[in-house]
C-alpha cells in the first residue's frame, strides 16, 4: 500500500479564518496533464477550490495500490486522518479494517479514498474536540475532479460507496443506502458499483447488540464485494 505522511502531528496554528472566500481556482485546473497517484497527491496538496482548506490541517488524498481491483470511497477525512494525513486510519478506519479481514479482502488490493479531501469540522461546544460536519453538496462538487482522477488513474473493477455522502456523490442524489446497500448498480464508474454504509454509522450504533448486527450486516456486504472482484478477475 502506498502511504504518505506516517507521523502523528498536532494541528498546526492556522491564520484566522477570513468570512471571505479564499478559494483559488478549481481542483480541475491543477490536475497534471499525465497524472499518476503520485503527481495527484501532490498537486492536491495545493487544492484551495473550496474553503474547507481553511481549517482543516491538510489535503487527505486517497492510497492504495495504483492498480487495485476494488477502491472504497468515503465521505470525509476525519479528526485521525487530518491529523495524520492518511485515509481511514481512525476508528471508523479501524473498524473497516476488521471488516475487510472478516469478508477476506486483503487490503492491498484495495484504494480507499474519500469524495472531499479536507475534513470538514466545528468545535464541541464543551472540550477541544473537533465535530465532524457533513459536507455541502458544492464543496463536493468542487472537490469532484480528484476523484474523477483517481478513478481513471486507478481504474477499479468494483467501486464501493461507503455511506449516503459517497453514495449520492456518485450515484445521485436519490440514491438511498439503506434500501439499496449490497446490490450492483449500473454505473459508468467501474464495471461493478456498489453501495454499503460508513463505517463510522455502525460506530454510533446505540447498544453492542445493535452494533454487532450491523457489523455483520456490513461483513455480508463486503462478501459480496469479494465475490464480485473476484468474478472479474476471472473474467
Ligand atoms: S475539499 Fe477538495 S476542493 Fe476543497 S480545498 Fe480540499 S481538496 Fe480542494
Not at 454509522?201 to 463486503?222: G, N, Q, Y
Amino acid at each position: 500500500m502506498q502511504s504518505s505522511v506516517n507521523s502523528t502531528r498536532r494541528p498546526s496554528k492556522k491564520p484566522p479564518v477570513s468570512s471571505e472566500s479564499e478559494t483559488t481556482g478549481t481542483a480541475a485546473s491543477l490536475i497534471p496533464a499525465k497524472p499518476t497517484l503520485t503527481s495527484l497527491r501532490r498537486a492536491a496538496s495545493h487544492c484551495k477550490a473550496c474553503d474547507l482548506w481553511k481549517r482543516a490541517n491538510q489535503t487527505v488524498f486517497g492510497e492504495g495500490m495504483p492498480k487495485a481491483t476494488i477502491m472504497l470511497v468515503g465521505e470525509q477525512p476525519g479528526d485521525q486522518e487530518d491529523r495524520i494525513g492518511r485515509p481511514f486510519v481512525g476508528p471508523a478506519g479501524k473498524l473497516l479494517d476488521q471488516a475487510l479481514i472478516e469478508a477476506g479482502i486483503d487490503r492491498a488490493d484495495v484504494y480507499v479514498t474519500n469524495v472531499v479531501k479536507h475534513f470538514k469540522w466545528s468545535r464541541a461546544e464543551r472540550g477541544k474536540r473537533r465535530i465532524h460536519k457533513k459536507p455541502r453538496y458544492s464543496e463536493i462538487h468542487a472537490c469532484r475532479p480528484w476523484l474523477d482522477s483517481e478513478l481513471d488513474v486507478v481504474k477499479p473493477e468494483v467501486l464501493v460507496c461507503l455511506g449516503a455522502s459517497a453514495a449520492q456523490a456518485l450515484l445521485g442524489r436519490g440514491f438511498r443506502v439503506t434500501r439499496q446497500r449490497g446490490k450492483p448498480v449500473e454505473s459508468s464508474f467501474a464495471p461493478v458499483v456498489i453501495a454499503t454504509v460508513h463505517p463510522s454509522s455502525i460506530l454510533r450504533a446505540p447498544d453492542e447488540k445493535s452494533r454487532h448486527s450491523e457489523m455483520k450486516a456490513f461483513v455480508d456486504d463486503l462478501k459480496q464485494v469479494a465475490r464480485l472482484a473476484k468474478d472479474r478477475r476471472q473474467n
